[in-house]
């Protein structure tokens, strides 16, 4: 949790920004998508609801059809006429009368309804197997059926018994027993057989389920459909599926579901059930859901593209006052320049932007400002540092001089004041701070020249320069007292030779220029002192000082001298300095 809470406090601002935009818009989308979902939910358990009502509602209908049907034919074995016609045809053994009493009971039946549209024909049989029929769909009943029929109807001593259609006969019988009824002997006369259309008394319920892709099932108490007549696999599995009296389930079969929704009925004991494929009936919901989730989606992308420009609007500002910070931190300060082609607003982040372009114009003008008055400190400095030289090197050279003039070595000394007379103009020219290597070894050679007439042979010295260094810039007299503390140092405290060198190498950007001594060496820890400016040197103390001091000033300080000596080996100080002996402002700062 640190570690999560650590990784978003070190987050762009922007990138915070849009987490807090993408959390709201996920949060809310969320929210809305669960909202729907719920009403969704509760339009799916109406509708199922809905369902199941409107079909228990159909199969009342339906069921109060039948019973008509059954009281139809009871009406129709109480009808008085036609017992008494069946009566006298029991009694009677002429022919031609008994066909008299047939086309009489044809026109009762008639009357009786037997052209109504739900009914296909009524049928009425005598105790001989004879058979009258009347009605729209008259068909001759097989000796096998009609067998059926009447064990059927014995059954049930004079009432109603249910026959589903079978391969001949697809229409939905209810058959009785015509009894004896006016003299109470209830004497069998006959049967009524009353063949009526299932598909006329649930055609209006059927149309509006056949605009749904809907189909109506009736199957008996063993659970074998009777309705319709022509079925497949799927509707006896669907049949199986279903639990209990009344309800509704969803059924998976193959590969689709189906909404399935049953009920029983009390009067025939028979199982309606309507079955429709799940995603035809909840096409609309369907629709709907993905309609919802499109705009959601539409919605969501269109507040992320505009929340994203928002908050750009607000941290690019930003971002680019950072960049500018950076650039400053980097020290682009001289060349920092205010993009005037860029506008911002005049919000909080566009008054910063403008206050930090008038605080970069102050700090330019104080810069240069500055950088003006260093330029005199630096060339005051190095003037001074310059100056200093001439006065301590005068002193050495001129007792120089005195020690050959008391020796009486007119020649020598002539020689030495030929030598003075050069370095002492040379040190005079102060227009240039940097000159060639060549011209500075120049100036070595006559130092050295004044200095072997006063040590003779004790005095060696070499200079290993290669010639392509000879052009590199130098500071004016910058080797020519690392010579003298070389002679006063070394030479001066030993017995014997001194072998005084000067050697030059070139290594990337730098050059490094040597002066070596074979003189007693120093302790490290007068090495340390030197080097952190401790120690206080003989005589004036300038030499090695001011020359380091004159290179930081002109170069940097990255540049300098290096001390490097051990006691009894000698002493080696390093002059580093660029190669090009430092750029053209520098010269000409430091020549002023």
């Not at 066909?99 to 044809?106: F, H």
């Not at 080996?569 to 660029?578: D, E, N």
Request: hydrophobic share 40%.
């Amino acid at each position: 949790m640190r570690k999560l809470k650590s990784l978003f406090s070190n987050l762009k601002m922007k990138y915070k920004l849009f987490c807090l935009l993408f959390l709201i818009l996920v949060s809310f989308s969320i929210g809305g998508l669960v909202l729907l979902q719920y009403a969704l939910v509760a339009y799916n358990d109406e509708i199922h609801r809905q369902s199941a009502q409107s079909l228990k509602v159909s199969s009342a209908l339906i069921e109060n059809e039948i019973e008509k049907m059954k009281g139809f034919s009871y009406r129709l074995s109480t009808d008085p006429y036609l017992q008494s016609y069946l009566y006298n045809l029991k009694e009677t053994d002429d022919d031609y009368e008994a066909y008299l009493i047939g086309v009489t009971i044809k026109k009762r039946l008639v009357d009786l309804g037997a052209f109504e549209d739900s009914i296909d024909s009524i049928q009425l049989y005598d105790t001989t197997d004879r058979g009258y029929s009347a009605g729209n769909r008259v068909i001759s009943i097989g000796n096998e059926r009609l067998l059926q029929y009447k064990q059927g109807t014995n059954k049930k001593d004079g009432g109603a018994e249910w026959f589903a259609p079978d391969k001949q006969d697809k229409s939905f019988v209810v058959a009785r027993e015509v009894n004896a009824y006016p003299d109470l002997s209830f004497e069998r006369l006959g049967m009524i057989v009353v063949r009526f259309d299932m598909h006329d008394i649930v055609s209006s319920f059927e149309n509006s389920l056949d605009e749904k892709e809907m189909q109506l099932l009736i199957s008996d108490s063993n659970g074998e459909i009777i309705f319709p007549h022509e079925t497949t696999k799927k509707d006896s599995f669907l049949m199986a599926s279903v639990q209990g009296n009344d309800g509704y389930q969803l059924v998976n079969y193959d590969a689709d579901r189906y909404f399935v929704t049953y009920s029983s009925a009390a009067y025939t004991n028979w199982t309606y059930m309507i079955t429709s494929p799940y995603s035809q009936l909840f096409q609309a919901v369907n629709l709907v859901k993905s309609t919802v989730l499109t705009i959601y989606l539409l919605i969501f992308v269109i507040l992320l593209f505009f929340g994203i420009r928002f908050i750009k609007g607000i941290t690019n500002p930003i971002e680019a006052l950072n960049r500018k910070m950076k650039r400053v931190q980097k020290g682009e300060v001289e060349d920092f320049k205010v993009e005037s082609h860029v506008v911002f607003s005049k919000d909080e982040a566009g008054q910063m932007h403008e206050n930090f372009n008038k605080m970069m114009k102050q700090i330019h003008s104080l810069i240069e400002e500055n950088y003006k008055k260093q330029l005199v400190i630096k060339d005051a400095e190095f003037k001074t540092l310059q100056a200093q030289i001439n006065p301590h090197f005068l002193y050495n050279t001129l007792e120089s001089i005195n020690w050959s003039a008391k020796l009486g070595k007119h020649q020598e000394t002539s020689r030495m004041a030929t030598s003075l007379g050069f370095i002492l103009r040379s040190s005079l020219e102060t227009k240039e701070a940097l000159i060639p290597l060549a011209d500075e070894l120049e100036i070595v050679n006559h130092y050295i020249t004044i200095q072997s007439y006063r040590f003779q042979e004790r005095l060696s010295f070499h200079a290993d320069i290669p010639d392509y260094l000879l052009s590199c810039k130098v500071p004016k007299f910058s080797l020519q007292p690392l010579i003298e503390n070389a002679i006063r140092y070394g030479l001066q405290e030993i017995i014997g030779v001194c072998t005084i060198r000067i050697e030059a190498v070139q290594e990337g950007g730098n050059t490094f220029i040597s002066v070596t001594d074979d003189g007693p060496g120093m302790e490290k820890e007068l090495i340390n002192k030197l080097a952190s400016g401790n120690y206080r040197p003989k005589g004036t103390g300038l030499g090695i000082r001011n020359i380091d001091n004159r290179l930081r000033l002109l170069f940097g300080p990255a540049y300098g001298l290096h001390v490097m000596s051990e006691p009894n080996v000698g002493t080696k100080i390093m002059l580093t300095i660029p190669y090009e002996g430092g750029s053209d402002s520098v010269q000409s700062s430091a020549g002023r």
